[in-house]
């Protein structure tokens, strides 16, 4: 009877514990491809592990990196993972090749890719670059943001040069094999050519005639989404908790980042401080929650892209994302 009242004892101790740490013991696996390595702005991310975030929520959230750019959506839509990070022009070119995958939450609101010029250099606005060449990772949504701001700003883009350099986006600019570069982050390239004495100037697409995109969105599958919108609505609870933890911390959370850099891409902390300097503003929704989504820009954006013709159907844009609340 003893030794029974001691089991009996422990039982009700142990599942207390486990409800007091979230329910450790029965979390629910989520898997989550980040859109490159781990970096700056992966931050609200590993902070909501870190913290805790995820398994207040009853989540255990598995953070995998890519082997390739196209892998997340692609892996998303054929259910083989949960969630991913993506671009939001992508989402609307995958549904248009009839790809079931939807954006639940805007997390960096605007273009980090923008058109990269020398400071020192004669080349102030898009038209300047007629009879120059721009390198770039021969990446075609990179050629429409290029004829879109050439036109926009009353230059020619057939008198552009584009130089397919790859991802040697820095070694083209610091050896002057380019006049230009696009394809670059300005919270990534930039700061590297910076720091090495190449200084640059960028050019926002969005001043010329780009939308003003969302450079990243959280993705899922139709099929996930309709079956476990609560998975994907407790995920987003506690990511808005972690990116509210490194608005607060920046400094803690940055350094909760570090602490999972990848050893094939390590990171230069004054680099990724900077980096966060710049994400942060981009990334806040101002008065309205956290990875929120406005119809409006998903159907301009879905606009320029037929217009470009980087889609070749209509696509709905109210159905390329979803308000999962919270």
């Known amino acids: 009877m003893i030794c029974l009242l001691i089991l009996i004892v422990s039982a009700c101790g142990k599942g207390a514990s486990d409800k007091a740490s979230g329910g450790a013991g029965n979390l629910q696996k989520v898997s989550l491809m980040l859109d490159w390595y781990p970096n700056a702005v992966h931050s609200f991310l590993y902070a909501a592990k870190e913290k805790g975030y995820f398994k207040e929520q009853g989540l255990d959230v598995q953070i995998q990196m890519p082997a390739d750019t196209n892998d997340p959506l692609r892996l998303v839509a054929a259910e083989k993972i949960d969630m991913s990070i993506s671009y939001q022009p992508q989402v609307l070119v995958a549904r248009s090749e009839d790809i079931p995958v939807q954006s639940f939450a805007a997390i960096v609101r605007h273009p980090l890719i923008q058109l990269m010029v020398p400071t020192d250099g004669p080349i102030h606005s898009p038209k300047d670059l007629m009879g120059k060449t721009i390198g770039y990772p021969a990446i075609p949504l990179d050629e429409a943001i290029i004829q879109t701001m050439m036109k926009t700003d009353g230059g020619d883009a057939k008198k552009v040069k584009m130089v397919d350099v790859g991802w040697d986006l820095i070694p083209a600019m610091a050896t002057k094999k380019t006049d230009a570069l696009m394809g670059g982050f300005i919270n990534h390239e930039k700061l590297l050519l910076d720091k090495e004495g190449h200084p640059m100037r960028t050019l926002n697409p969005a001043d010329y005639g780009v939308p003003d995109y969302y450079e990243l969105v959280l993705v899922g599958s139709e099929k996930g989404l309709t079956a476990k919108p609560e998975v994907f609505k407790k995920f987003l609870a506690a990511i808005t908790k972690g990116q509210q933890f490194v608005v607060d911390h920046p400094e803690e959370g940055l350094s909760i980042l570090l602490g999972h850099e990848e ?51 209509e696509v709905k844009a109210d159905k390329a994302f979803i308000d999962i609340g919270l």
Do not use: H, N, R, Y
């Open 263 to 313: 050893k094939t891409s390590p990171l230069e902390k004054d680099i990724e401080t900077k980096s966060l300097q710049i994400l942060l503003p981009l990334m806040d929704a101002k008065d309205k929650p956290f990875g929120s989504q406005d119809k409006e820009t998903w159907e301009q954006v879905a606009e320029w892209l037929k217009s470009t013709k980087m889609i070749k159907q």
